[in-house]
């Protein structure tokens, strides 16, 4: 099979499974668990408290003993067991640390996929900047094939999506084995302990350019979960308490609406290599910024009725609000260290976005949402994302090179 079709594949089951419960998980909680703003929230949280030190772990542990292909199949089988445990409890304190640990062992695996495709993109001798973003593309469209059947089959008002999710992990944890093989380094006899560790990576930060792109890398992070937990329970669940939109479009098929935006996000990905190649990472992260704002803003002003028309637009915005940071900011990194700690270093980013970024933003939010309600959190979150724009801009020194990711 083509190495193109073989990651495509992959990518495409990579985020199918995540696509299964990250945008109606909340929707089902808020609905037939009836579990608070701060409840929910912590669910989301468990990707910022795995992302703290799992993707850094097996990063480490893939470029030092494990092949990325192998334990990115191994992570993936872990995970689909716990997940398919989480589905069966209805109480906070027995759902909740089983989809932890779930979660524990999904989320190095999306900077374990990027290792593989870059891996097998060198070995094959492709420009990874002009060839990736096609091929991760397919994961966006695995995700909404997997939201959109997630709503039509009605699993989101049950369960049953953490069981789809398991499955489909499964099938992913199989595959995984027959991707093309990834270096390990077993040479460290004359190394530091810091290179026998796997932990030259974190020596990154000790750059004042990736430190400062890591620190706002987290605030990009803390924004994406705000709607990742919120989104369809907003629709769902505050929309369908009000008589004149409960038999609206949006609040009966939350998830379709919702996935307007993978598919927004499937189209810019495309644009990533000219806009990275032709503007710089400094600026297309601004751009992201501010597609976060007015994602927010639109969030607030819109409704299921006279107002949906904000509500897609605000779907639409979201496709450069999320690739023009997490998938150029995976180039970036890749682009920006060498390739003996590529997985440790993309296990770094992922830490700061999916980590601090996921965790902290997860509680933040949920906070904010039980003090404040529905739609005057969206404008505070709007607030934020412009705070973060306007530093970024002044503290981001940068100057690009056209034709350069750097």
Not at 80 to 98: C, D, G, K, N, S
Request: proline share 3%; with cysteine.
């Amino acid at each position: 099979m083509n190495i193109k079709l073989r990651l495509i594949t992959m990518n495409f089951l990579q985020y199918a499974v995540w696509g299964a419960w990250l945008i109606s998980l909340g929707g089902y909680l808020g609905g037939k668990l009836d579990f608070t703003g701060l409840q929910i929230g912590s669910f989301f949280a468990t990707m910022g408290i795995a992302s703290l030190f799992m993707p850094g772990l097996m990063g480490i542990i893939a470029d030092r003993w494990i092949p990325a292909q192998k334990l990115l199949g191994i992570c993936h089988l872990i995970s689909a067991a716990f997940i398919i445990a989480a589905r069966m409890q209805t109480e906070y304190a027995a759902l909740y640390p089983l989809f932890l640990l779930g979660v524990m062992f999904y989320m190095p695996t999306i900077s374990l996929s990027n290792s593989v495709s870059y891996n097998a993109l060198d070995k094959a001798k492709l420009d990874s900047v002009a060839v990736f973003p096609k091929i991760r593309v397919w994961g966006t469209v695995g995700f909404i094939c997997s939201m959109i059947a997630v709503d039509l089959l009605k699993f989101d008002e049950s369960s049953v999506q953490l069981y789809f999710s398991g499955i489909l992990g499964i099938i992913l944890g199989l595959y995984a084995f027959t991707l093309p093989a990834s270096p390990v380094k077993n040479n460290t006899q004359s190394q530091s302990w810091v290179d026998k560790l796997g932990l030259r990576a974190f020596a990154l930060f000790q750059e004042k350019k990736m430190a400062i792109f890591f620190i706002f890398s987290m605030s990009l992070g803390m924004m994406l979960q705000i709607t990742n937990a919120y989104g369809n329970d907003y629709l769902t669940n505050y929309f369908g308490s009000m008589p004149q939109y409960q038999h609206t479009f949006g609040v009966e098929h939350a998830n379709i609406l919702i996935s307007l935006s993978q598919i927004s996000e499937a189209l810019c990905i495309l644009l990533i290599s000219f806009f990275l190649k032709r503007y710089g990472i400094k600026n297309v992260m601004l751009i992201s910024m501010f597609a976060w704002v007015f994602r927010f803003v639109l969030l607030g002003a819109g409704n299921p009725g006279p107002g949906v028309w904000m509500l897609i637009l605000s779907m639409i915005v979201y496709g450069v609000a999320f690739d023009f940071f997490n998938i150029s900011g995976s180039l970036f990194v890749d682009q920006s260290t060498d390739p003996a700690i590529r997985s440790s270093a993309q296990g770094v980013f992922m830490m700061m976005t999916n980590g601090f970024g996921a965790f902290i933003g997860s509680y933040a939010a949920g906070l904010v949402v039980d003090g404040f309600g529905w739609p005057t959190s969206w404008f505070i979150f709007a607030g934020f994302a412009l705070l973060m724009a306007i530093l970024f801009a002044i503290l981001f020194k940068y100057k690009h090179v056209a034709g350069e990711v750097e």
